[in-house]
């Protein structure tokens, strides 16, 4: 049988184990550093790109609110002119009941009573030429 030269392989495979603990541990060392360096990067460019989205959904923002705004002022315009004309219709309807009670109070006298129609047909504040010249007559 062979004899097996057991120091002779130790030592020539501890050396190579040792540079390999040296290299890995070194690379360890370092790879943080360099991965640093691209992962800096990378998260710095992945920030810059949510600054610039969200800079851009506030521009967009900022826009819908004007418009909204406008709007807004639009709508209250109309809102307005609707409140005159209801009252001015209103002042029409009030106008238009005086009359009509006018009207009524004529109609319900006597036929023969006829010097008291004349009287209350003479102008008075309840009836005006305009309410006269009205359609509703």
């Keep these: 049988m062979g004899t097996v030269n057991w120091p002779a392989n130790r030592r020539t ?6 540079l390999a603990g040296v290299v ?6 370092f790879a943080p550093m360099t991965m640093t360096g691209q992962v800096s990067a990378d ?5 810059r790109r949510r600054v610039a989205a ?14 909204l705004g406008e709007r807004y ?13 209801i009252e001015e219709t209103e002042v029409k ?7 009509l009670a006018v009207m009524q109070r004529i ?8 010097s008291s129609r004349v009287a ?7 009836f005006s030429a305009e309410a006269a010249r009205s359609p509703m007559r």
Excluded: C, G, M
Excluded at 13 to 18: A, V
Excluded at 120 to 126: E, I, T, V
């Design 13 to 18: 495979s501890r050396p190579r184990t040792r």
């Design 24 to 29: 890995l541990a070194l690379a360890s060392l």
């Design 43 to 47: 998260t710095l460019d992945d920030q």
């Design 54 to 67: 969200i800079v851009d959904e506030l521009e967009r923002l900022a826009t819908e609110a004007d418009s």
């Design 73 to 85: 002022s639009d709508t209250l315009a109309q809102k307005d002119a609707i409140e005159a004309e």
């Design 93 to 99: 309807i009030f106008e238009y009941q005086r009359e």
């Design 107 to 114: 109609s319900s006298t006597p036929p023969n009573d006829l």
């Design 120 to 126: 209350r047909l003479a102008p008075s504040p309840a």
